[in-house]
């Protein structure tokens, strides 16, 4: 062999490995950022989607969505309902190669139901967790609770020695304006590593070369970084820059699938998108009106759901992309038979402000994220359009999803008078919405109505909840929840608006399994070398 032939094969090769090392690395670009580390801090789907690299719950949730076992092997629930035992996996190690064991389960249950956590609904209040041994613990409950692991999929283990070690014992709110070190380091048992994590910036997850399983995807490094710009994560896409985005702007979607070298993964989404009121202040915190709460008057809660155009919101903000909802929840989780939306009347809605005692409207302030869902920003300045049709002026507050959740999560009474939010079921169930959404905030030392920030309340639905939770009857439990619905829509609770398509921008090398929840899991991606 020449010279000048042996230096081609060698270059040859080099650009075959350089190549091999390429599509093991894959680069994911979302329009939020990644605010903290801690996995107890936002209970969010994408911020949970990313901690799923790095941490995982006693259980999981498969690509349908079924719960799987994860660190818990197996678990079994006693005749009369009131005692959980969970078999733990036995030789995982956290990241830092410590052993996994009973007193980290314990440890995090009392964490994330501690103040601070966004995730108190998780783990019933009373629950206790008693160590039987280092690879069993028991979850003795004070009534039977049958979907108590829904959502343990996003409960994630934190490591107690670490913990104590850093001064990460207490969980580390979003409104928290100093960083903690869990915030800004992660020590879990899941398939990546956090190696290096810049707020804002850039995060950059290694494979877990000691993970207890096998992971079904082929990436050895996954490089986040946020893209809040439409155009620019669009164009990222389209050039190779990224391999994944979520989401694409429901206006590039056949741009892309037209490009040739990317698709558009698209499917129904279970979140639903909803508007909301504070409904529990005796004067609202940025509003004309003084000294009393419009929001507390069902009327004026009924013009502002009337006076909103949901079928132009679907045509023109999401260009067909969306599923008008009379309820809190996806009618793929319960069914929407019975309930239709209040009817968009804009004299209907002028009147019931007359009938309140506003006939000339009134001004407010509104929170809403931009980052966050689809068009979300879009939908709100839609909505301030409608409003103002009524007399309503709307000084509209849109700003990224960081920045949103820490003003609207403050601790010692949410800080929102308007706001638009979304929510998708943990437990992909009614009881989740009913209690964390519907239930009433006013009972000191309950996770109840954890994400209810306006504190809708009724106390009716409150009592049903408790018992839906505890109804085996399938029959019997749904004729119970449709109870409860009817009574949050007679009264206007919230505003529902619609169910979102998911949109995700995949490179054709890249296959990717896509969940009904809008987790972007990229432990199930294989990239083509």
């Not at 107690?160 to 207490?170: D, I, L, S, Y």
């Not at 132009?312 to 903000?317: A, G, L």
């Not at 929170?367 to 049709?389: E, F, K």
């Not at 090398?509 to 929840?517: E, G, H, P, S, T």
Request: with cysteine; aromatic share 10%; charged share 20%.
């Amino acid at each position: 062999m020449s010279f000048k032939t042996h230096c081609l094969a060698a270059v040859a090769a080099l650009a075959l490995m350089c190549g091999a090392a390429q599509a093991q690395t894959l680069r994911y670009a979302n329009q939020g950022e990644l605010k903290s580390l801690d996995p107890y801090t936002v209970n969010e789907t994408t911020t949970n989607a990313h901690l799923g690299h790095p941490y995982e719950g006693l259980t999981a949730r498969g690509k349908d969505l079924k719960i799987e076992p994860a660190l818990a092997e197996k678990w079994e629930i006693s005749a009369d309902g009131l005692k959980w035992r969970f078999y733990l996996r036995k030789g995982v190690k956290f990241h830092d190669g410590s052993d996994f064991t009973a007193d980290d389960v314990i440890f995090s249950a009392d964490r994330v139901r501690a103040q601070g956590s966004n995730f108190t609904t998780r783990i019933p209040t009373s629950a206790k967790f008693v160590k039987v041994d280092d690879h069993t613990v028991d979850v003795i409950l004070t009534a039977p609770n049958p979907i108590l692991n829904a959502q343990w999929d996003t409960w994630y283990i934190m490591s107690k020695k670490w913990a104590e070690a850093n001064n990460a014992v207490a969980p580390t709110p979003a409104a928290a304006t100093t960083p903690s070190h869990a915030s800004l380091n992660a020590n879990g048992t899941g398939p990546y590593k956090i190696e290096s994590h810049q707020p804002g910036v850039k995060t950059v997850f290694k494979l877990n070369e000691n993970y207890w399983k096998k992971i079904e995807g082929n990436i050895k490094e996954i490089i986040f970084t946020p893209i809040s710009s439409d155009a620019t994560r669009v164009a990222a896409l389209l050039s190779g820059e990224v391999d994944v985005i979520e989401p694409v702007p429901i206006q590039d979607i056949q741009r892309v699938n037209a490009s040739g070298n990317a698709q558009v993964l698209t499917g129904p989404e279970l979140r639903t998108i909803f508007l909301g009121f504070d409904q529990t202040r005796d004067e609202l915190l940025e509003s004309s009106v003084k000294g009393k709460n419009p929001f507390k008057d069902p009327k004026v809660r009924q013009a502002f759901y009337q006076a909103i155009d949901i079928e132009t919101i679907k045509s023109r903000v999401m260009r067909g992309l969306s599923t008008p909802s009379p309820l809190m929840i996806a009618p793929e989780l319960y069914p929407h038979a019975g309930f239709t939306r209040a009817k968009f009347d804009t004299e209907a809605a002028k009147k019931l402000l007359a009938e309140a005692g506003y006939p000339q409207g009134f001004e407010l302030g509104m929170d809403c994220p931009n980052d966050r869902y689809v068009n979300d920003g879009q939908i709100c300045q839609a909505v301030v359009g409608m409003l103002a049709r009524i007399g309503i002026k709307v000084n509209l507050n849109a700003q990224p999803k960081a920045q949103y959740f820490a003003k609207v999560l403050k601790p010692g009474g949410y800080k929102t008078s308007f706001y638009l939010l979304g929510w998708t079921p943990g437990t992909f169930d009614s009881h989740n919405v009913l209690y964390d959404i519907l239930g009433c905030r006013d009972v000191v030392g309950s996770s109840r109505g954890e994400s209810n920030l306006g504190n809708y309340c009724n106390k009716k639905v409150d009592e049903l909840t408790d018992k839906i939770l505890v109804e085996s009857d399938t029959a019997k439990r749904n004729a119970m929840i449709g109870e409860a619905y009817k009574m949050t829509v007679d009264e206007f609770s919230y505003i529902p608006l619609h169910q979102q398509a998911l949109a995700w921008g995949v490179s054709k090398k890249v296959k990717l399994a896509q969940r009904a929840d809008n987790s972007v899991l990229l432990y199930y991606a294989t990239k083509e070398q």
